[in-house]
């Protein structure tokens, strides 16, 4: 059973920078894709970006946040991170970071496992 734990959130200016992390633990790696996704109340769920745990694979985005967040993983320590820059009041929402096995998907309904959401609040 994979467990995921998000942490990073906050308060944040417009302009500013911010970096979410989810920590990964109970099952294979090998052929993970894990996903940062975002919701704001009274929305669905929306996907942010995606990367596979096998080095080589590309990483998918939404076009909002292309050039602006970075998704990145660091294998020894089981952590995906969503680096995320030159942050608007649009990106205020709760983030969760998600996980399936072997094909990416921007689909929230394609991932079993969930964090518990961490709140990203940009002023400005």
């Known amino acids: 059973q994979v467990q995921l734990v998000e942490s990073g959130g906050g308060l944040v200016q417009a302009g500013g920078s911010l970096r979410l992390s989810c920590a990964v633990s109970g099952g294979p790696f090998s052929n993970l894709v894990m996903g940062w996704f975002r919701q704001t109340p009274g929305k669905e769920r929306e996907f942010v970006a995606a990367?596979?745990?096998?080095?080589?694979?590309?990483?998918i985005y939404v076009d909002s946040v292309k050039g602006r967040f970075t998704i990145s993983r660091d294998n020894a320590k089981g952590i995906v991170y969503l680096q995320m820059s030159s942050l608007k009041s649009e990106d205020t929402a709760v983030y969760y970071c998600?996980?399936?096995?072997?094909?990416?998907?921007?689909?929230?309904?394609?991932?079993?496992?969930w964090g518990q959401g961490t709140q990203v609040t940009v002023s400005s």
């Open positions: 990367i596979t745990w096998n080095i080589g694979s590309p990483e």
């Open positions: 998600a996980a399936r096995y072997f094909r990416d998907s921007r689909r929230s309904d394609d991932y079993p496992y």
